[in-house]
């Protein structure tokens, strides 16, 4: 009896739950899917903004109100190249710094690392690398750097574990390079 009664209602709402679950299920795989494209998007906007493209911005030391990179930190000096490799490869020159560490990180259209090397793995030498996508080559004395999605970000990170020491790593980051091949120019 009661199941009798239960029937047409379960009936009725049997396929738009079905079908809310379908939704539920798409809408969530979209968004996982997209969420990390429309994050370097706006990075890539953000950070083009100081330094343009195919080439080096140098930001100050962090302050409280930083955030060309996100959640900065106060003991890093940070140097940010987007790149877009849609009409070439791009070289990346990072010259040694006077710092305990420094690093490269190259993050792909996808927020993906494609690349990371520091100055231990470096051994106080320059790090000549050249991001690339298929059928791309990197000149002679390069590293190449496959990276997937044709553009994103190469980051400069380096620790300023005392303050005074600033306008040496700033003067020594300056040198560094980020350019697209066929027209290389100051970054």
């Known amino acids: 009896m009661i199941r009798d009664r239960l029937r047409p209602w379960l009936r009725s709402w049997m396929g738009p739950a079905l079908l809310a679950l379908v939704v539920a299920l798409v809408a969530c795989q979209a968004t996982l899917r997209r969420t ?77 690392v494609a690349f990371v090397r520091n100055n231990l793995e470096a051994q106080g030498q320059p790090i000549r690398v050249t991001l690339v996508t298929p059928g791309q080559a990197a000149p002679a004395g390069y590293e190449p750097v496959a990276v997937r999605g044709g553009h994103g970000v190469a980051l400069i990170r380096i620790l300023v574990d005392d303050r005074a020491q600033f306008p040496a790593i700033d003067a020594a980051r300056r040198l560094s390079r980020c350019a697209a091949v066929a027209g290389r120019r100051a970054g």
Do not use: I, Q
């Open 36 to 112: 990390p494209d429309v994050l370097m998007a706006a990075a890539e906007r953000r950070l083009a903004k100081a330094g343009g493209v195919n080439a080096f911005a140098h930001t100050p030391l962090a302050t409280s109100r930083s955030r060309a990179v996100v959640r900065p930190s106060p003991d890093l000096a940070y140097s940010a190249c987007v790149f877009d490799l849609s009409k070439g490869p791009v070289t990346v020159d990072v010259a040694p710094v006077p710092a305990r560490y420094w690093s490269l990180s190259v993050f792909d259209a996808r927020t993906d």
